[in-house]
């Protein structure tokens, strides 16, 4: 009996597969389309720490291993330091977005909100000098 009926739903979860697919890859063409034209897509106005965090995190450790200089008022060591911090705050961002609330979940988000803050902080701090 449960083969029958797993054979009579199969179109139709077929079908939804099928429609998912075309709409997906519609959006990805609008998406890639409004790139372009705008420098920007709609997912931008869904969460902007959501398009901006994966990318920061990839952009901080390209600049982290390419640097070649740091601010006058610090020293190399203090300046890998602080990168360090704005990287993690990204990752600590990324990660409180896909939180799962189970079993100790408010010990771990106020772990990663402090670290978020705190690379955020350095972030706005030494926006100007974060160049190459």
């Known amino acids: 009996m449960n083969y029958l009926k797993n054979l009579i ?5 077929m079908f939804y597969d099928i429609s998912n697919l075309i ?10 389309w409004q790139r372009v ?3 920007f897509d709609d997912r931008m106005f869904w969460g ?20 070649s200089g740091y601010p006058a008022s610090l020293t190399e060591k203090e300046w890998n330091s602080i990168l360090k911090q704005i990287k ?22 106020d772990r990663l909100e402090k670290k ?15 160049w190459d």
């Open 88 to 109: 993690e705050g990204f990752e600590a961002d990324i990660k409180l977005d896909k939180m799962d609330f189970g079993k100790d979940w408010k010990r771990k988000w």
């Open 48 to 67: 902007v720490s959501n398009q901006l965090s994966p990318m920061m995190v990839k952009v901080m450790d390209w600049y982290i291993k390419n640097k």
């Open 9 to 13: 739903e199969l179109p139709e979860n």
């Open 116 to 130: 978020r803050k705190k690379g955020l902080m350095f972030f706005a701090k030494y926006y100007a000098d974060i």
């Open 37 to 39: 034209f705008r420098g």
């Open 23 to 32: 709409k997906n890859s519609r959006n990805q063409i609008v998406y890639a």
